[in-house]
């Protein structure tokens, strides 16, 4: 993912989401059709996916849980912004939305490479038409390539998981401010990470 010192997410359970996904039809007489999609993905991000599901599910079936899920927290539509700014920025993502909730200061963060398109390794997963539709739906209401969206929801998928970006404590305290603006706290993070500084 990014060439960067620490933070290592060994210890962080894959979450539980639901089935599979892809973009090249091919037909098979005995079989329903399969469906190919292909997408990139920065290797650091591969690497810690794996670990993260390391006995529990090979990669290719996990790679579409993620792609046509949402994360616990966070729309697509705001993992976009997020990391388009943090890419921007030279930050990561799990930095960025530390310092828009006020957790973590600007001069605190380290900075980093993000992988140029060059460096990105390609992955081609299988799946049924169904799968195909909700992640190429999904990377149409974001007007981005399923490539493009691929690799950004795969590298939120890493850096935004709630072990890896909030301590127990600043998780219930988050909650506590989510309740008082009688929002669900995903719609509070939402509100606060897409404010001006």
Known sequence: MFKK???DIKDIQAENFINSTSDKEINDTTKEKVIRIVFKIPKEVRKNIRKMIKGTVYLKKYYPLILKNDLTYFSD???INIYMTAKLQNISMRDYVRIKLKLTKPQEVQFVIYPAERDLVIEQI???KIDKDII????RNLNTP???YGCIKMTAYCELTPALLFSQLELELLKEEAKKNNLSLKEYLSKKINEEL
């Open 126 to 128: 299988e799946l049924d």
């Open 146 to 148: 399923v490539t493009h």
């Open 136 to 139: 190429t739906q999904k990377a």
């Open 5 to 7: 010192v620490g933070r």
């Open 77 to 79: 539509e705001d993992i």
